[in-house]
């Protein structure tokens, strides 16, 4: 069973950043695959960013390539970032960490593939 715990969220302007945290505790000895999902108000829960287990690959939504970053702290995914810049309104959603044990990447950008959750973390951009 692994526990993660997101951080970071909070109102900031457009145009600003923001780093998000992912701490995953429990079984934590193998490398997980790890990713971020957001959940705009009113719409489902999409995709935003993802690191391969062995941290070689990492996987970005066209909304968010080149404004945002994920990176991990460890070979084992233990904690992860996502690195927001150059934030939008519409990137206003509460922000979840996902993670799984699965090694093979064909599903990487669906929630299905993944078996935990952090409960979230909201970022809303305003002026």
């Known amino acids: 069973q692994v526990t993660l715990v997101e951080s970071g969220g909070e109102l900031v302007q457009p145009g600003g950043s923001l780093r998000l945290s992912c701490v995953a505790s429990?079984?934590?000895?193998?490398?997980?695959?790890m990713a971020w999902f957001r959940q705009p108000p009113g719409k489902e829960r999409e995709f935003v960013a993802a690191v391969s287990s062995t941290g070689r690959n990492l996987y970005y939504s066209d909304s968010v390539k080149g404004r945002f970053t994920i990176s991990s702290a460890d070979t084992k995914n233990s904690v992860i970032y996502l690195q927001m810049n150059i934030l939008k309104p519409e990137d206003t959603a509460v922000y979840y960490c996902?993670?799984?044990?699965?090694?093979?990447?064909?599903?990487?950008?669906?929630?299905?593939?993944?078996?935990?959750w952090g409960q979230g973390t909201q970022v809303t951009v305003s002026s």
């Open positions: 429990g079984r934590t000895f193998d490398p997980y695959t």
């Open positions: 996902a993670a799984t044990l699965r090694r093979s990447q064909a599903n990487i950008r669906g929630a299905l593939n993944y078996d935990y």
